[in-house]
């Protein structure tokens, strides 16, 4: 039996329930995984249609929006930037920003870094983003910043001194997105098919928001709380360092497979010191490395990152240790429950 079977069919892990019962329970109409063993990927599973009613099945190709796991994907490409010199992850983000203060709670002048941001450690606001629905105007990353419309959100700000306390903030990452696309006076696309999802080979990614009238067929369309379909499939999200990839289970095994070979001196895609920062919890009172989320399970270090758009949830999760890991990708609001299931089912059989 695969180990995905293996995996799925364990009903204790699922309310006494089959998993196409919980599936559909959890109103999950399209999962997908990617399962990894000894630093590759040993196998795919997928279940469902690109749609409620389509006779078109999901395959493990198939494009789902990863949410807040754009995050740890943009920090690989900041800090392949600082290892060249050309940003310094120390230095006062206002070095960078030009015609534009990010305003303070106490209207005083705070150094804030791209370390602190990329670790939700520098205070500042803007937990995450709604997006905009199809036809809607999406505003540019300027608007985003100050809060002006057509922005459905408060301007970005600081909300107490940097390094006092965790302050998830998805604004900080939009913050961070400005400042790699000015300094590099290239398109954030275009920055990040250089520095991360070529060289990884995640072939199917894309940062495009929105995407292409002929990529439409490569989607899982999105579900709301409601159980409804999100207009045109899914909701445009600009903010594209906080929440814009496109992507499958596969090509994020690919990003923490590479990640893994790294801290186990098999890869030079980034040092092994960079590495370890960003799979390193960076404050105590934190989960959050630079760009991963970190913990210790029962074979050592444990990282990577969950995601949550509307209409879609995700997850990711890596063990050096033994070059283990799993990418689940499903297309619905209902189905935080299944995500969580599956990587707990997933750590009991590979004793995390």
Not at 125 to 132: D, E, K, P, Q, S
Not at 143 to 172: V, W
Not at 249 to 259: C, K, Q, T, V
Request: hydrophobic share 40%; charged share 25%; proline share 3%.
């Amino acid at each position: 039996m695969s180990k995905i079977k293996k995996l799925i069919e364990n009903k204790k892990h699922f309310e006494g329930l089959t998993f196409t019962e919980r599936m559909d329970v959890c109103r999950v109409n399209a999962i997908s995984i990617a399962l990894i063993e000894n630093f590759k990927i040993s196998e795919t599973y997928t279940l469902g249609t690109k749609q409620k009613g389509s006779m078109e099945k999901v395959t493990a190709d198939t494009l789902f929006q990863a949410a807040s796991i754009s995050k740890p994907v943009f920090a690989v490409a900041v800090m392949r930037l600082a290892e060249r010199g050309i940003l310094d992850i120390d230095a006062d983000v206002a070095e960078y920003l030009v015609g534009y203060d990010v305003p303070t709670f106490d209207n005083q002048k705070h150094k804030i870094t791209l370390r602190q941001v990329l670790s939700h450690n520098a205070g500042l606001n803007l937990h995450g983003f709604a997006g905009y629905q199809q036809g809607q105007e999406v505003p540019t990353i300027e608007q985003i910043l100050i809060g002006a419309r057509p922005a459905n959100h408060e301007k970005l700000k600081l909300i107490k001194a940097p390094e006092t306390g965790h302050q998830y903030s998805g604004g900080g990452y939009v913050l961070a997105q400005k400042i790699v696309t000015d300094v590099c006076k290239a398109d954030f696309c275009d920055l990040m098919d250089e520095w991360v999802l070529s060289p990884l080979s995640m072939v199917h990614s894309t940062f495009a928001q929105p995407l292409s009238i002929d990529r439409l067929n490569e989607i899982a369309f999105g579900y709301n709380d409601h159980d409804l379909p999100l207009p045109g499939g899914y909701d445009i999200m600009p903010e594209l360092a906080t929440a814009g990839l496109w992507s499958t289970p596969s090509d994020l095994a690919r990003l923490g497979i590479e990640i893994m070979k790294v801290l186990k001196d098999k890869s030079v895609f980034i040092k092994k010191d960079t590495a370890r920062l960003m799979t390193t919890k960076a404050y105590d009172d934190s989960r959050h490395g630079v760009g991963f989320v970190a913990k210790e399970g029962k074979k050592g270090l444990i990282f990577g990152h969950s995601g949550h758009n509307d209409g879609f949830i995700s997850n990711m999760a890596f063990c050096p240790d033994d070059g283990s890991g799993i990418a689940i990708m499903t297309n619905t609001n209902i189905g935080d429950d299944i995500v969580v299931e599956v990587t707990d089912a997933f750590k009991e059989l590979y004793g995390w």
